[in-house]
């Protein structure tokens, strides 16, 4: 866990940059095991936030979110490769979120 070093404008581009984050994080475990022999099918990364995830998948257009750019266009590059699978989830199934609020 780590404190975000950014200040963001919205709760979207706050998920965003946890999932780019967790994403991160990710892809290094994800390397150590395969370079060990160990194929990994798509990590699950679930979010809570529909805005996030539908700009991820490309069902939401952004106007005006240059900062957010980089990472969802990260993360969407790495999802389409498959090595991410990123769904939503309602935020009462996510017990880490409670501690946010």
Not at 7 to 14: G, I, K, M, N
Not at 42 to 66: E, L, M
Request: with cysteine; glycine share 4%.
């Amino acid at each position: 866990c780590q404190i975000l070093k950014n200040v963001l404008a919205s709760a979207a581009e706050a998920e965003l940059s946890a999932m780019f984050e967790n994403v991160m994080m990710g892809i290094i475990v994800r390397s150590i095991l395969m370079d060990l022999g160990h194929m990994q099918p798509p990590t699950p990364v679930r979010t809570d936030n529909t805005t996030a995830h539908g700009i991820v998948h490309d069902t939401i257009k952004q106007i005006r979110s240059r900062t957010m750019d980089m990472r969802f266009h990260f993360i969407r590059d790495r999802m389409l490769q498959g090595q991410f699978h990123i769904y939503w989830d309602a935020g009462v199934n996510n017990l880490a979120d409670y501690y946010t609020k």
